[in-house]
């Protein structure tokens, strides 16, 4: 089956500091990465939908500045978390969807829990 | 605007049948998904639901209707593993988007 890895699982980092989570298709190919954050005992708020080769398309309310995507393959995505403050602290997951079904199911990473202190 | 809602906790006894609702209101729909997430952990899909009816799956089925903007998930012979967080999404034409509902907390008693 389709397997997304995300990297890492965790981090704990300084106000002020960035912050890099990396998103992996292990075994298929996504033009289309989408990144959530999730706040305890809430749902998945979706960021940000990460295309390869071109600008992320962000939610309403989400900082493009802030949070920086990068879709540089068809199998890597990168958010970077710029000047994290302690607000930031949540839960990232990343998900894609194989290349050949547009209403194929998603699949997620594991996940990276940030905290920062 | 998007709009999807579900309970947000329901509690039930092992071995028994729960149904998880979901009802939704978006431009374009596209298709409903199910997913479980434990505690800490990413969602894993169940099941999805393009055209109305009734889809299953083992212990799990899922219901839809298109033309009432809702869906059920629906849990035969609950396990105690079976308590955690129940997500529908919803995709809409043209972005394919996932859209998740505010999730349903799921405890099962013994």
């Known amino acids: 089956g389709a397997v997304v890895s995300q990297h890492p699982s965790w981090v704990i980092c300084k106000s002020g500091t960035s912050v890099k989570i990396e998103c992996r298709s292990l075994d298929f190919q996504a033009t289309t990465m989408f990144w959530y954050r999730q706040f305890p005992k809430q749902s998945l708020m979706l960021m940000a939908t990460?295309?390869?080769?071109?600008?992320?398309?962000?939610e309403q309310g989400v900082e493009k500045d802030k949070f920086l995507i990068n879709h540089a393959s068809l199998t890597l995505s990168t958010l970077t978390v710029t000047s994290a403050h302690p607000e930031d602290s949540s839960f990232y997951i990343c998900?894609?969807?194989?290349?050949?079904?547009?209403?194929?199911?998603?699949?997620f990473g594991n996940g990276t829990r940030l905290t920062v202190t | 605007g998007q709009n999807i809602d579900q309970p947000t906790e329901m509690t039930a006894t092992e071995g028994a049948i729960v149904q998880i609702n979901c009802t939704y209101q978006t431009s374009g729909f596209n298709g409903l998904f199910w997913y479980q997430q434990h505690a800490g952990e990413a969602p894993t899909f169940l099941s999805y639901n393009v055209l109305d009816g009734l889809e299953e799956k083992g212990r799990f089925s899922s219901f839809l209707s298109r033309s009432k903007g809702y869906s059920y998930l629906l849990l035969k012979e609950l396990q105690m593993k079976d308590s955690a967080s129940y997500l529908c999404?919803?995709?809409?034409?043209?972005?394919?988007?996932?859209?998740f509902g505010t999730g349903t907390r799921l405890k099962v008693l013994a």
């Open positions: 990460s295309n390869e080769g071109s600008k992320a398309t962000y």
């Open positions: 998900s894609a969807r194989d290349i050949t079904g547009s209403n194929s199911p998603l699949h």
């Open positions: 999404a919803v995709t809409t034409s043209g972005t394919y988007k996932y859209i």
